[in-house]
Protein backbone atom coordinates (compact mmCIF):
# COMPACT_ATOMS: atom_id res chain seq x y z
CA UNK A 1 0.00 0.00 0.00
CA UNK A 2 0.88 3.77 -0.12
CA UNK A 3 2.97 5.09 2.44
CA UNK A 4 4.19 8.85 2.89
CA UNK A 5 6.55 9.62 5.59
CA UNK A 6 7.39 12.97 6.74
CA UNK A 7 10.51 13.51 8.17
CA UNK A 8 9.97 13.81 11.80
CA UNK A 9 6.29 15.03 13.79
CA UNK A 10 8.82 18.43 14.55
CA UNK A 11 11.25 20.71 14.08
CA UNK A 12 12.79 23.58 16.08
CA UNK A 13 14.93 26.24 14.20
CA UNK A 14 15.94 30.20 14.95
CA UNK A 15 14.48 32.65 13.47
CA UNK A 16 16.26 33.84 9.94
CA UNK A 17 17.32 29.96 9.10
CA UNK A 18 16.45 27.91 6.83
CA UNK A 19 13.76 25.08 7.36
CA UNK A 20 13.75 22.03 5.31
CA UNK A 21 11.22 19.69 5.61
CA UNK A 22 10.93 16.03 4.17
CA UNK A 23 8.15 13.78 2.57
CA UNK A 24 9.43 10.36 1.48
CA UNK A 25 7.18 8.09 -0.37
CA UNK A 26 6.82 4.68 -1.37
CA UNK A 27 5.09 1.91 -2.99
CA UNK A 28 3.58 4.74 -6.29
CA UNK A 29 4.68 7.41 -8.40
CA UNK A 30 2.57 10.11 -8.10
CA UNK A 31 1.60 12.55 -10.82
CA UNK A 32 2.13 15.21 -8.59
CA UNK A 33 2.44 16.27 -4.99
CA UNK A 34 1.04 19.45 -2.70
CA UNK A 35 2.34 21.06 0.17
CA UNK A 36 -0.12 22.64 2.75
CA UNK A 37 0.01 24.42 5.85
CA UNK A 38 -1.93 23.97 8.94
CA UNK A 39 -2.46 25.97 12.27
CA UNK A 40 -4.01 24.63 15.31
CA UNK A 41 -8.00 24.25 15.10
CA UNK A 42 -8.17 25.85 11.30
CA UNK A 43 -8.09 23.60 8.23
CA UNK A 44 -5.03 22.80 5.94
CA UNK A 45 -4.35 25.79 3.50
CA UNK A 46 -2.67 25.00 0.02
CA UNK A 47 0.84 25.94 -0.54
CA UNK A 48 2.46 24.65 -3.49
CA UNK A 49 1.96 22.15 -6.11
CA UNK A 50 4.65 20.64 -8.13
CA UNK A 51 4.63 18.29 -11.03
CA UNK A 52 6.32 14.98 -11.87
CA UNK A 53 8.45 16.39 -14.51
CA UNK A 54 9.59 19.98 -12.25
CA UNK A 55 12.28 19.57 -10.16
CA UNK A 56 11.92 22.95 -8.42
CA UNK A 57 9.25 25.38 -7.45
CA UNK A 58 9.32 28.59 -5.61
CA UNK A 59 7.03 30.66 -4.27
CA UNK A 60 8.38 33.78 -1.88
CA UNK A 61 10.40 32.41 0.75
CA UNK A 62 9.14 28.64 -0.22
CA UNK A 63 10.68 26.40 -2.11
CA UNK A 64 9.78 22.91 -3.08
CA UNK A 65 11.88 19.93 -5.01
CA UNK A 66 10.61 16.66 -6.63
CA UNK A 67 12.33 13.92 -6.75
CA UNK A 68 11.01 11.19 -8.62
CA UNK A 69 14.39 8.31 -8.25
CA UNK A 70 14.15 9.30 -4.66
CA UNK A 71 10.19 9.22 -3.90
CA UNK A 72 11.53 11.95 -1.91
CA UNK A 73 10.21 15.95 -2.18
CA UNK A 74 11.79 18.65 0.18
CA UNK A 75 10.35 22.25 1.53
CA UNK A 76 12.17 24.91 2.31
CA UNK A 77 11.21 27.81 4.28
CA UNK A 78 14.02 30.54 3.88
CA UNK A 79 14.64 33.19 6.39
CA UNK A 80 12.37 31.37 8.76
CA UNK A 81 9.90 33.99 10.89
CA UNK A 82 7.92 33.04 14.19
CA UNK A 83 4.46 33.21 11.72
CA UNK A 84 5.90 30.26 9.63
CA UNK A 85 5.22 28.00 13.22
CA UNK A 86 2.82 25.64 11.97
CA UNK A 87 2.31 22.21 10.49
CA UNK A 88 3.27 21.42 7.42
CA UNK A 89 1.54 18.68 5.28
CA UNK A 90 2.81 16.71 2.15
CA UNK A 91 0.24 15.11 -0.13
CA UNK A 92 1.47 12.87 -3.03
CA UNK A 93 -1.73 12.22 -5.12
CA UNK A 94 -2.63 8.55 -5.02
CA UNK A 95 -5.00 6.79 -7.21
CA UNK A 96 -6.76 9.79 -7.83
CA UNK A 97 -6.57 11.29 -4.41
CA UNK A 98 -4.23 12.99 -2.21
CA UNK A 99 -3.01 10.99 0.10
CA UNK A 100 -1.67 13.23 3.60
CA UNK A 101 1.52 12.81 5.72
CA UNK A 102 0.72 13.16 9.49
CA UNK A 103 2.76 16.85 9.08
CA UNK A 104 5.42 18.03 10.48
CA UNK A 105 4.87 20.48 12.93
CA UNK A 106 7.97 23.27 12.89
CA UNK A 107 8.34 26.02 15.09
CA UNK A 108 10.99 29.08 15.04
CA UNK A 109 11.77 30.89 18.15
CA UNK A 110 12.88 34.46 17.93
CA UNK B 1 -15.96 34.97 -2.18
CA UNK B 2 -17.21 32.82 0.76
CA UNK B 3 -14.59 29.65 1.55
CA UNK B 4 -16.04 26.57 2.39
CA UNK B 5 -18.79 26.66 5.13
CA UNK B 6 -18.70 23.11 7.71
CA UNK B 7 -22.09 22.89 10.34
CA UNK B 8 -21.45 22.04 13.31
CA UNK B 9 -18.30 23.21 14.24
CA UNK B 10 -18.33 20.93 17.46
CA UNK B 11 -20.63 18.30 18.30
CA UNK B 12 -20.66 15.49 21.39
CA UNK B 13 -22.33 12.05 20.39
CA UNK B 14 -22.75 9.03 22.38
CA UNK B 15 -21.65 5.11 21.25
CA UNK B 16 -24.47 4.12 18.74
CA UNK B 17 -25.70 7.51 17.90
CA UNK B 18 -25.54 8.49 14.40
CA UNK B 19 -24.50 12.09 12.47
CA UNK B 20 -24.50 13.72 9.70
CA UNK B 21 -22.50 16.56 8.92
CA UNK B 22 -22.59 19.54 6.32
CA UNK B 23 -20.26 20.94 3.98
CA UNK B 24 -21.11 23.91 1.39
CA UNK B 25 -18.15 24.58 -0.84
CA UNK B 26 -16.94 27.62 -2.27
CA UNK B 27 -19.53 28.66 -5.37
CA UNK B 28 -19.00 27.08 -8.97
CA UNK B 29 -16.56 24.01 -7.07
CA UNK B 30 -18.58 20.87 -8.04
CA UNK B 31 -15.81 18.36 -6.03
CA UNK B 32 -15.95 17.87 -2.23
CA UNK B 33 -14.04 15.57 -0.53
CA UNK B 34 -14.19 14.45 2.99
CA UNK B 35 -11.25 13.67 5.42
CA UNK B 36 -10.86 12.19 9.13
CA UNK B 37 -8.30 14.03 11.16
CA UNK B 38 -6.67 12.24 14.24
CA UNK B 39 -3.90 12.78 15.86
CA UNK B 40 -2.72 9.37 15.71
CA UNK B 41 -3.49 9.05 12.29
CA UNK B 42 -3.62 12.40 10.56
CA UNK B 43 -5.31 12.98 7.70
CA UNK B 44 -7.21 10.39 5.68
CA UNK B 45 -9.03 10.43 2.83
CA UNK B 46 -13.18 9.36 3.29
CA UNK B 47 -14.63 9.74 -0.19
CA UNK B 48 -14.78 12.55 -2.89
CA UNK B 49 -18.19 13.31 -5.05
CA UNK B 50 -18.19 15.27 -8.53
CA UNK B 51 -21.69 16.08 -9.78
CA UNK B 52 -23.51 14.44 -7.28
CA UNK B 53 -21.15 10.94 -7.81
CA UNK B 54 -18.62 9.53 -5.48
CA UNK B 55 -15.58 9.42 -7.53
CA UNK B 56 -13.29 7.73 -5.09
CA UNK B 57 -13.47 6.40 -1.45
CA UNK B 58 -11.36 5.86 0.68
CA UNK B 59 -10.49 2.58 3.24
CA UNK B 60 -13.60 3.56 6.33
CA UNK B 61 -16.15 1.09 6.83
CA UNK B 62 -19.70 1.22 5.12
CA UNK B 63 -20.81 3.06 8.29
CA UNK B 64 -19.46 6.04 6.78
CA UNK B 65 -21.51 7.30 3.97
CA UNK B 66 -22.01 10.74 2.16
CA UNK B 67 -23.54 12.24 -0.78
CA UNK B 68 -23.86 15.47 -2.75
CA UNK B 69 -26.59 17.75 -4.01
CA UNK B 70 -27.35 19.45 -6.96
CA UNK B 71 -26.04 22.47 -5.77
CA UNK B 72 -22.72 20.95 -4.30
CA UNK B 73 -23.67 20.96 -0.84
CA UNK B 74 -22.39 17.85 0.54
CA UNK B 75 -23.19 15.57 3.78
CA UNK B 76 -21.68 12.75 5.25
CA UNK B 77 -22.99 10.00 7.80
CA UNK B 78 -21.62 8.46 10.29
CA UNK B 79 -24.15 5.54 11.69
CA UNK B 80 -23.64 3.38 15.32
CA UNK B 81 -20.89 5.67 16.60
CA UNK B 82 -17.93 4.34 18.17
CA UNK B 83 -15.50 6.03 20.14
CA UNK B 84 -12.71 5.56 17.83
CA UNK B 85 -15.01 7.97 15.55
CA UNK B 86 -14.06 11.11 17.81
CA UNK B 87 -12.00 13.32 15.32
CA UNK B 88 -11.79 16.24 12.72
CA UNK B 89 -13.63 16.10 10.33
CA UNK B 90 -12.87 18.20 7.25
CA UNK B 91 -14.57 19.13 3.85
CA UNK B 92 -12.51 20.75 0.89
CA UNK B 93 -14.10 22.04 -2.12
CA UNK B 94 -12.21 22.46 -5.68
CA UNK B 95 -12.87 23.01 -8.83
CA UNK B 96 -11.88 19.69 -11.00
CA UNK B 97 -11.56 17.70 -8.33
CA UNK B 98 -8.83 15.99 -7.05
CA UNK B 99 -8.01 14.46 -10.42
CA UNK B 100 -7.55 18.05 -11.73
CA UNK B 101 -4.35 18.95 -10.06
CA UNK B 102 -6.40 21.76 -8.45
CA UNK B 103 -5.98 22.92 -4.62
CA UNK B 104 -8.18 21.76 -2.32
CA UNK B 105 -9.78 24.42 -0.14
CA UNK B 106 -10.95 23.49 3.76
CA UNK B 107 -13.28 24.05 5.84
CA UNK B 108 -12.72 24.76 9.60
CA UNK B 109 -13.75 21.38 10.19
CA UNK B 110 -16.43 19.62 12.42
CA UNK B 111 -14.92 18.23 15.57
CA UNK B 112 -16.78 14.83 17.31
CA UNK B 113 -16.42 13.69 20.25
CA UNK B 114 -18.19 10.31 20.87
CA UNK B 115 -18.57 9.64 24.88
Redesign the interface.
Known amino acids: SQKIEQNSEALNIQEGKTATLTCNYTNYSP??L?W?RQDP??????LL?I?ENEKEKRKERLKVTFDTTLKQSLFHITASQPADSATY?CAP?A?????????TKLSVKP | KAGVTQTPRYLIKTRGQQVTLSCSPISGHRSVSWYQQTPGQGLQFLFEYFSETQRNKGNFPGRFSGRQFSNSRSEMNVSTLELGDSALYLCASSLGGQRGTGELFFGEGSRLTVL
Request: net charge positive; proline share 4%.
Open positions: AYQYGRGPVFLRLLHGNLIFGKG
